[in-house]
């Protein structure tokens, strides 16, 4: 369902734990949990996100998500109405810079879980083919994002614990 690579910042278990959970909830929710599809996720820093970011969208600075799809939305559509996954296949590419998430957490008052998990199932989005830059296109991905955490019971209102 996912592969998951550290890049220059340590291993966690806490990290694993909510990306497997978030994944397993992503796929259920799009009925993909029988497909041979997965998600490569990266866990990073800053820097490497924002070289990244440079590198491949040509934006020079820093954020805390990055998605890579590596389907166009309706031919991922034709795939899952035909069930069409003979093969394994990469949904695409979701890089998460830890920093950027612990930060924001603190910033918006609520959990380091609530912000990961937000970050995980915003890239999975993504990597589905939905985007939020039309107000037309974010009344459709909003509703998915928030359906995935309240049935995990990850909610906006928890307090940053740590």
Request: charge should be negative.
């Amino acid at each position: 369902m996912y592969q998951l690579e550290y890049l220059d910042i340590e291993e966690n278990k806490e990290y694993e734990n909510i990306i497997k959970k978030v994944v397993e909830q992503c796929f259920k929710e799009e009925k993909l949990e029988n497909s041979k599809l997965y998600i490569s996720i990266t866990l990073t820093n800053p820097e490497n996100i924002h070289r990244i970011n440079k590198q491949y969208r040509d934006v020079d600075r820093e954020t805390d998500v990055l998605s890579f799809p590596m389907f166009e939305r309706n031919e991922l559509d034709e795939k899952i109405r035909n069930n069409d996954f003979e093969h394994e296949d990469v949904l695409g590419d979701i890089v998460i810079s830890i920093e950027k998430v612990k930060g924001q957490a603190q910033e918006y008052g609520h959990s380091f879980e609530r912000e990961f998990a937000y970050m995980i199932v915003h890239g999975f989005y993504h990597l589905m083919g939905y985007d939020h830059i039309k107000e037309e296109d974010k009344i459709v991905m909003r509703p998915k994002e928030e359906n995935v955490l309240n049935k995990l019971g990850i909610r906006r209102d928890e307090l940053n614990e740590e």
